[in-house]
């Protein structure tokens, strides 16, 4: 099992620029969850999808940010323009059958606008 | 609103030692899920142990066992013989329809 898998590990870029975040959930899982770490905020839900269909996104910041799954293998974190202010860690997260089951986590996307 | 609350930052431990990381929460729902999640300097988030809220017997895995009161919507973590791995942030959370986390707490172990 490889566990949840994200890319790129850092992206670097300046800000005005269209970031995209990657996510592979571990297989069988239908929920998928993307988080943002920062020093200020803590841990974050930004949101979560069941069977590759958006549930919660209230917790997106703003209309610079948008997620999908196309299918349930695959979903997308993006940011389009960036801003420094969405320098953070980025996480990927899935779990099996419900939210509260134990969620797995990827590595993480560290994200610097400059 | 779901809050959660680890009121230690920085905790310190000695090798071999036990120490205990406090968590509070607060809600209005009966039926939930509490978690510890270590976070070692890594980044990765990794499972430490899971609690059901309608179970009344503390989980344990390991050296890693948490004293659940339901009633005072507490839930603390206890690691017996520290080891120089467990040196991590440590996150508190909570679960209803979607996870929430606690501040974290830092530990040190020291040799």
């Known amino acids: 099992d490889a566990g949840v898998i994200q890319s790129p590990r850092h992206e670097v870029t300046e800000m005005g620029q269209e970031v995209t975040l990657r996510c592979k959930p571990i297989?069988?899982?239908?929920?998928l969850f993307w988080y943002r770490q920062t020093m200020m905020r803590g841990l974050e839900l930004l949101i979560y999808f069941n069977n590759n269909v958006p549930i919660d996104d209230s917790g997106m910041p703003e209309d610079r940010f948008s997620a999908k799954m196309p299918n349930a293998s695959f979903s997308t974190l993006k940011i389009q323009p960036s801003e420094p202010r969405d320098s953070a860690v980025y996480f990927c997260a899935s779990s099996f059958m419900s939210p509260q089951e134990t969620q797995y986590f990827g590595p993480g996307t560290r994200l610097l606008v400059l | 609103a779901q809050t959660v609350t680890q009121s230690q930052p920085e905790m310190s431990v000695q090798e071999a030692e036990t120490v205990t990381l406090s968590c509070t929460y607060d809600?209005?729902?009966?039926?939930?899920?509490l978690f510890w999640y270590k976070q070692p300097p890594s980044r990765q988030m990794i499972l430490v142990i899971r609690q059901e809220a309608y179970k009344q017997q503390n989980a344990t895995e390991n050296r890693f066992s948490v004293n659940f009161q339901k009633a005072a919507k507490s839930f603390s973590l206890k690691i017996s013989d520290s080891q120089l791995g467990d040196a991590a942030m440590y996150f508190c959370a909570y679960v209803v329809r979607d996870m929430r986390f606690g501040a974290g707490t830092r530990l040190t172990v020291k040799p």
């Open positions: 809600t209005s729902e009966s039926d939930y899920y």
């Open positions: 297989s069988g899982h239908d929920y």
